[in-house]
């Protein structure tokens, strides 16, 4: 069976799910302009002055059409 999950999706899913990492917000947003929100990871930079963030997972937004391998919707 192909899958669409790559490994930077599972350690995500691990960061999310293992309670190991204290760094972890949910962050309000937009996705392609629909309000939204994610799952982020939060890290200062080395200069200690600015923040990283990155989105490991985010809402499903209105337009979204969440389908299987076989294009039927979930």
Known sequence: MSTNITPAHQHA?????GGAYDNLALFSCFVNGEPASAIVAITPDEDGN?????PLFVSVTPDMVLTDHDGLEA
């Not at 899913?13 to 799910?17: D, K, Q, S």
Request: proline residues 0%; without cysteine; hydrophobic residues 50%.
């Open 50 to 54: 600015t923040l990283t963030i990155q």
């Open 13 to 17: 899913f691990e960061a999310l799910t």
